[in-house]
């Protein structure tokens, strides 16, 4: 990052990542291109000193083909983003992860996975949630991103933080 003083705390990127609802996920596509694609997820830095995107997936696709090919990834959420006409600038606060995503293998750690996220989109009504969970598991895919790094960009004004 170039301006460091604009840098957020791991606290504060931690509080945009667990209240964003969505972000985008890039990949190193067909061909050597760059693949952008968004997606549901939920953050998870329970542990001390590990912390994890989790998103779903179908079991087969163009993400988890390029994350076979390089599991190395970025993983960007917009919190904000403030148009200023007059000053001819953007306020923006983002946060960008740098990790490696990997498949779900095993049973229990992808169950512990989909019900985070499950929870973090339906809070309210257990009952259903556990249903599709349990309707959909068989066929369900889910992905790790193991946080390597989390870049903190753009804070310019004392009301962003």
């Known amino acids: 990052m170039r301006r460091y003083q604009q840098a957020l705390s791991p606290e504060e990127c931690a509080t945009i990542l667990k209240r964003a609802t969505a972000g985008v996920l890039a990949v190193s ?8 694609v ?11 000193g590990y912390a994890s995107i989790y998103f779903h997936s179908a079991k087969t696709g163009h993400k988890l083909d390029a994350i076979a090919g390089n599991d190395k990834v970025s993983f960007c959420v917009v919190d904000r983003d403030d148009v200023v006409p007059r000053e001819y600038t953007t306020y923006f ?8 995503a990997r498949i779900l293998e095993n049973e229990t750690q992808k ?4 019900e985070k996220l499950a929870v973090k989109y339906s809070p309210d009504d257990e009952e259903r949630r556990i249903w599709e969970i349990n309707r959909s598991f068989p066929s369900l895919c889910m992905v790790e991103i193991r946080i390597k790094e989390a870049v903190e960009l753009h ?5 962003y933080r």
């Not at 997606?39 to 001390?48: A, E, M, T």
């Not at 169950?111 to 989909?114: E, K, P, S």
């Open 155 to 159: 804070r310019k004004r004392q009301e």
């Open 111 to 114: 169950r512990a996975a989909i």
């Open 38 to 48: 968004p997606l549901n997820f939920v953050f998870d830095d329970s542990r001390p």
């Open 29 to 36: 596509g067909d061909e050597g291109y760059p693949c952008a």
């Open 93 to 100: 606060r983002s946060v960008i992860v740098f990790g490696r």
